[in-house]
């Protein structure tokens, strides 16, 4: 199984440039997530989707944007690039909570993204 | 807003012996979800243990074992007979239990990194 497919894994963008990540599930999972980790830090949520046509903000949404028209995809748009964007961006994704016990997160490998 | 804090940036432990992550948090929900990720240098984040908090008994994964002490907000990762393999960053995640509207986010602690000496 493929799991969460993030592409592309590095890039390197200058400022002012825009670009869209890409994350893709085919785990049929209904919430998606965007995190980012920068250096010597625990993630942290950008935006996540509860369901197709569904999104909403996370902890620091500033400077991105993101669309879920399907299950299987939820793209990260950065618009203007700035070097305080330079991180490593995590797509995650999760089943909908069925029963008490709660169903963890699946990651994608990252995208390492530098903003120069 | 709950917090996740993990003290020890960096720990290190001899091979096939026996080491403990710490991790507290801070809420004031009743009901949440915790689980540590292993997060080795390919970058990927592996589940390695969840436990619910409304179970007493502290959740086990072969090798894995949590600490619960929900009252003290505390939940520490035990490793035993640790192998190379095992070294990693180690985060430690909080997430409420559900909500009508759903409620999944994770709040991650700063993360542990973990060496493990041959």
């Known amino acids: 199984n493929a799991g969460v497919t993030q592409t592309p894994k590095f890039r390197i963008l200058k400022i002012g440039q825009s670009m869209t990540l890409q994350c893709t599930q085919d785990?049929?999972?209904?919430?998606m997530y965007w995190y980012r980790q920068d250096p010597g830090m625990g993630l942290k949520l950008i935006y996540y989707?509860?369901?197709?046509?569904?999104?909403d903000k996370g902890e620091v949404p500033n400077g991105y944007n993101v669309s879920r028209s399907t299950t299987e995809d939820f793209p990260l748009r950065l618009e203007l690039a700035a070097p305080s964007q330079t991180s490593v961006y995590f797509c995650?994704?999760?089943?909908?909570?069925?029963?008490?016990?709660?169903?963890?997160?699946?990651f994608g490998d990252g995208t390492r993204l530098s903003i120069l | 807003a709950q917090t996740v804090t993990q003290s020890q940036p960096e720990m290190s432990v001899q091979e096939a012996e026996t080491v403990t992550l710490s991790c507290t948090y801070d809420?004031?929900?009743?009901?949440?979800?915790l689980f540590w990720y292993k997060q080795p240098p390919s970058r990927q984040m592996i589940l390695v243990i969840r436990?619910?908090?409304?179970?007493?008994q502290n959740a086990t994964e072969n090798r894995f074992s949590v600490n619960f002490q929900k009252a003290a907000k505390s939940f520490s990762l035990k490793i035993s007979d640790s192998q190379l393999g095992d070294a990693a960053m180690y985060f430690c995640?909080?997430?409420?239990?559900?909500?009508?509207?759903?409620?999944?986010?994770?709040?991650f602690g700063t993360g542990t990194r973990l060496t493990i000496i041959p």
């Open positions: 785990m049929n999972h209904n919430y």
């Open positions: 995640a909080y997430r409420s239990a559900p909500t009508n509207f759903g409620n999944e986010k994770l709040t």
């Open positions: 989707s509860v369901g197709a046509g569904i999104t």
């Open positions: 809420t004031s929900e009743s009901d949440y979800y």
């Open positions: 436990q619910e908090a409304y179970k007493q």
């Open positions: 995650a994704s999760s089943q909908i909570q069925g029963a008490r016990f709660g169903q963890p997160q699946h």
